[in-house]
């Protein structure tokens, strides 16, 4: 098929971007979006211009590392990551615009690559159950019912791209947080920190300028791991708890 | 010519050479006397050095050798643990979790990888499982069966008293990840659930669905930010390192590229650890991270660490086929799926093209279980793979080109209900899906073996420290716990029992002489090793050809997997040096990188490991070619039974073959460490 690209090209953080038109004449419906991307770089390079740069890095859904804005969608038309998005998913003659995510906490480094660097930070702020190597029970000290166990996953699949806060309007990062939050919370691992994590994970949510939810549930539309909308509930819960406390 | 030695004076530290050696120039022959030409395939190739031995392999009772050797590493006190400083290159399961350790201990730990986020290191894509010798199932295993397994898959090539120690320490595994929070599988009763993995007859793989790598590392990544949040672990993200910095015969840092900015920085410290993962993307398609690399561990070659048997690869039996030349990567099914999945061919070449559901049942071939029916589908991947191989080179593949065969879920839904296979394996069906444009729940999935692990690497010593005294190394990085094949699910247990509980206990019998003499970024050896790698990085931008760094790696990809690949021969790996070396000149004459090295280039990225991946090919070959023997992953073709099976020579090659660097111009010097098998007796594997 015949493809027409518009895509973001922004030298360096500091230099001002613009949208750049290209066209790619022998795409297979085969090949993934980044395939697609490559082709169009290998052709880049033959005539000279320098390539796109845009992130990846396992290409099979799990690591985290892609996610472009395609026609204005996280990760583009299908719930999946940008990785597993394939041409199929287009037609002959589209026209695609690729941007990178934008928000104020994730700055473009170039083109299509942002820095994502504030989710870490979530995470130091208390996003882990404390504990040392070494120190661990049998494993089969404490029984987990399996609900529980499995609720615990379904947050903890949660790859970090990002797409949350690229699909919300305020740029929030309250799916992040709250599949953490869920996911440590389910566990009786996570019991003895549940309300300093929740209170440290949100106050680092807001120092790096993410938005607040307004529950319009864009970001769990988007999730290519199909996170419940419900893991925010659970994060303004724990969080209620938490102050109660006095955490 | 360089007169360093690799033999260090210090007690307790470096490995034993039989006598002192000295560093190359092989280009010389009278600098050496501790050399001959080596005999054999791969006579004219390589020279031949002093034999090998791990000066910290333990002896005694195999079941009291790591206690014996923790008792007996020296300890570090805690109030110094603050002044020594210890650079970790990767941050996957090895690295992660040595970080943390170690950063919970109290030194000062700086980590480095190149990805923007520690936990997007490749072992995050690992689905399957991690084995541990719980016993959960009470199914007669224990940690003794573990270790014998381990070293039977391996077929006879990897150490006894690692191999040992690796199974003892994988309970601990499983108690520390579920302390963090690891969601793994459970019962309705609220136990943790187990599944069995190819190569064994008992189940003790420990999974979270298909995702268990995922799981693992999270658990890792968290306990390594709580330590950044506390201050003992530094973080550098998008960092490549790009070199080694030894200092009288110590490492002692590392030259890394800011990915960003371009900057090349120095970083010092007492001791460095690579934990950067394996090198399958010398094939170019493999099922490993695009960026996988060998850049790390292949500049610590480069300055005097002995590579361990290169060429033993994994060829995983179940990825998706390849669908065209546009293809960037290969993508796994866990192996996790021939527990339940059947495979199969036509029986007759002319059924090829039809709709599989419509061949009836005694026109298919289930072939793994008509030849081994004792482990059938879940015999261990090397045999898989190359039963794959032998049919379609009979003419019975399946899918475009013929190079495929199915892996059934028919049985499997009939029997458990889809829900169940949905629970078991839904994610890997919706990734196949995904991938082929084909729904698995109604029409047999098709696999073809791919490249997916490698079992060389560094060369290690008991105390996972390469020859080069201060360089540890551990996870895929290093060569030592799989011998010639890994089983399934052993990778994780193995990274994890580096990083969580081998090398902390290791690594500070060599810090416990530290802090090591200050050394300056104005250092002769400093200021040499950032000059290397400015000159490398501008004399690659220079070339200005007309060929692109991708197409010089498919290039070499294809070669490795035609003559480096599931089956090797003589004829074919000589033929591939000659033109891997063809393939490295031209490069070097005609690659095309735009853009400038003082930002993001990603194209200079890809260069620098494809100039590595070039060097590496080679050695690989070598390796292959010297080793006239077939032992799990390594098939030549000259060395099998008669019903084709691998074929090992114990009395010929029953050696690691531990690499020394032999310069660009020299050849690589080979020397060999045996192996004693005093607990499991060596015997002709057999699945059948
Ligand atoms: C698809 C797939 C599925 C798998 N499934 C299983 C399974 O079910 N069970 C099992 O036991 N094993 C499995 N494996 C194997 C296993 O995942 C890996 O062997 C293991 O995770 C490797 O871990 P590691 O920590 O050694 O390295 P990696 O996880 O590869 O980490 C390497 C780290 O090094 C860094 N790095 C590399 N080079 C550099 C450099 N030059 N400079 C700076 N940083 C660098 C990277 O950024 C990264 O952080 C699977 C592998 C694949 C590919
Ligand atoms: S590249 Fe890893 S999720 Fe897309």
Redo the contacts between chains.
């Keep these: 098929m015949k493809i027409t690209l518009k895509i973001w090209r922004q030298?360096?953080p500091s230099a001002d971007g613009a949208m750049k038109t290209y066209a790619l004449d022998d795409v297979?419906e085969?090949?993934?979006f980044?395939?697609m991307l490559?082709?169009l770089n290998?052709q880049l390079?033959?005539n000279?211009?320098?390539?796109v740069?845009f992130?990846?890095?396992?290409?099979?859904?799990?690591?985290?590392?892609c996610g472009l804005m395609i026609n204005g969608q996280a990760h583009g038309p299908?719930q999946?990551t940008t990785c597993?998005l394939?041409m199929?998913s287009f037609k002959d003659g589209d026209t695609i615009t690729v941007e990178p995510w934008r928000a104020d906490a994730f700055p473009v480094?170039?083109d299509l690559?942002v820095?994502?660097?504030a989710?870490?930070r979530m995470?130091?702020?208390g996003?882990?159950?404390?504990?040392?190597?070494?120190?661990?029970?049998?494993?089969?000290a404490t029984?987990?019912?399996?609900a529980n166990?499995?609720r615990?996953?379904e947050a903890?699949?949660c790859?970090?791209c990002g797409a949350c806060v690229a699909a919300c309007p305020n740029a929030s990062a309250s799916l992040f947080v709250g599949a953490k939050i869920t996911?440590?919370g389910?566990?009786p691992?996570?019991q003895p920190e549940r309300h300093t994590r929740v209170v440290g994970m949100v106050a680092q949510h807001d120092d790096e300028g993410f938005g607040g939810c307004t529950n319009i549930g864009e970001c769990s539309a988007a999730c290519p791991q199909e996170i419940p909308l419900d893991v925010i509930s659970q994060l303004n819960k724990d969080l209620r708890n938490a102050l109660r406390a006095g955490a | 010519m360089t007169q360093q030695k690799t033999t260090d004076t210090t007690p307790g530290t470096g490995p034993e050479m039989t006598q002192t050696i000295d560093r190359p120039d092989t280009t010389d022959p009278g600098a050496r006397p501790d050399l001959r030409p080596g005999s054999g395939d791969a006579a004219g190739y390589f020279l031949e050095g002093v034999p090998i031995r791990d000066g910290k392999a333990p002896s005694g009772p195999i079941s009291e050798r790591w206690g014996a050797r923790q008792f007996d590493a020296r300890l570090v006190n805690p109030a110094n643990r603050r002044k020594l400083s210890v650079i970790i290159v990767g941050t996957g399961l090895a690295g992660a979790s040595a970080a943390a350790t170690m950063g919970e201990q109290g030194y000062a730990v700086k980590a480095f990888f190149y990805q923007d986020s520690p936990r997007r290191a490749h072992s995050i894509a690992a689905q399957g499982g991690i084995n541990a010798a719980k016993n959960y199932k009470g199914d007669g295993d224990s940690v003794h069966r573990l270790f014998y397994d381990t070293v039977k898959g391996g077929d006879y090539r990897s150490r006894e008293s690692n191999v040992y120690r690796l199974a003892e320490v994988s309970v601990n595994i499983i108690d520390q990840c579920v302390a963090q929070g690891v969601p793994f599988a459970r019962e309705y009763g609220g136990l943790l659930d187990n599944r069995s993995f190819g190569g064994v007859q008992v189940s003790r793989t420990f999974y979270a669905r298909g995702q268990t790598g995922q799981q693992l590392l999270i658990g890792a990544y968290q306990a390594l930010e709580r330590q950044v949040g506390a201050g003992t672990v530094a973080t550098y993200s998008r960092h490549e390192m790009l070199e080694l910095v030894v200092v009288d015969g110590r490492a002692r840092g590392i030259v890394a590229r800011d990915l960003v900015t371009g900057a090349i920085e120095t970083h010092l410290a007492d001791a460095v650890v690579l934990a950067s993962g394996g090198y399958g993307n010398v094939f170019y398609l493999s099922t490993n991270a695009l960026g996988s690399n060998v850049t790390a561990t292949w500049r610590a070659h480069r300055k005097g660490a002995l590579f361990g048997n290169p060429c033993y690869t994994q060829i995983h039996p179940t990825c998706i086929p390849v669908s065209g030349d546009h293809q960037s990567k290969l993508t796994l099914m866990s192996e996790s799926l021939r527990n339940d999945g059947r495979i199969w061919v036509p029986k007759n070449t002319e059924d090829r093209e039809k709709d599989p559901r419509e061949i009836p049942e005694e026109d298919r071939d289930y072939y793994l279980e008509r030849i081994y029916p004792s482990f059938g589908n879940l015999v261990p991947r090397d045999i898989a793979s190359r039963a794959a191989k032998y049919q379609c080179d009979e003419g019975k593949g399946v899918g475009p080109g013929g190079l495929g065969v199915y892996l059934d879920f028919a049985d499997a839904i009939k029997r458990l209900g889809r829900p169940a296979v949905v629970t078991k394996y839904g994610n890997l069906f919706d990734m196949y899906s995904r991938i082929t444009g084909e729904d698995p729940y109604a029409t047999p999935m098709r696999i073809y073996p791919a490249v997916h692990y490698v079992m060389g690497g560094l060369w290690v010593d008991y105390d996972l420290q390469s020859s080069i005294p201060g360089l540890f190394v551990t996870g895929e990085a290093n060569f030592s716990d799989h011998g010639a094949n890994r089983l399934g699910a052993s990778a994780l247990m193995q990274g994890l029992a580096d990083g969580y509980f081998v090398l902390p206990n290791t690594i500070r019998d060599y810090l416990a002489d530290g802090p090591f003499e200050k050394i300056t970024e104005a250092n002769p050896a400093v200021v040499a090793a950032q000059q290397d790698v400015e000159q490398r990085i501008a004399k690659l931008m220079s070339v200005n050809g007309t060929r692109s760094v991708d197409s010089y790696h498919k290039e070499l990809g294809h070669i490795m997997w035609e003559y480096c690949g599931m089956e090797r021969s003589e004829e074919g790996l000589k033929k591939a040096v000659g033109m891997i070396r063809e393939l490295r000149e031209d490069f070097w004459r005609n690659v095309r990188i735009l853009g400038s090295a003082d930002s993001l280039n990603q194209a200079l990225e890809k260069a620098g490991r494809v100039v590595d991946f070039l060097e590496l090919g080679e050695l690989m070959c070598i390796d292959a070619l010297n080793r006239r023997e077939s032992c799990g992953g390594h098939f030549r073709a000259e060395s099998q039974t008669e019903d084709g099976e691998a074929l090992r020579d114990d009395a010929g090659y029953s050696y690691v073959a531990a690499w020394e660097w032999g310069g660009e111009a020299g050849m690589p010097i080979l020397h060999k460490e045996d192996l004693v098998y005093e607990f499991v007796e060596m015997k002709q594997r057999s699945y059948k």
């Design positions: 030298e360096k297979s085969d090949m993934s980044l395939e490559d082709q290998e390079n033959n000279g211009e320098e390539p740069a992130d990846s890095d396992c290409r099979e859904g799990i690591c985290g590392m299908v999946t597993q394939h199929r480094l170039r690559c820095d994502r660097g989710l870490d995470i130091q702020a996003g882990y159950v404390s504990a040392n190597t070494g120190s661990a029970p049998d494993a089969h029984p987990v019912p399996k166990a499995d615990a996953f903890a699949t790859i970090g996911h440590l389910e566990l691992q996570g």
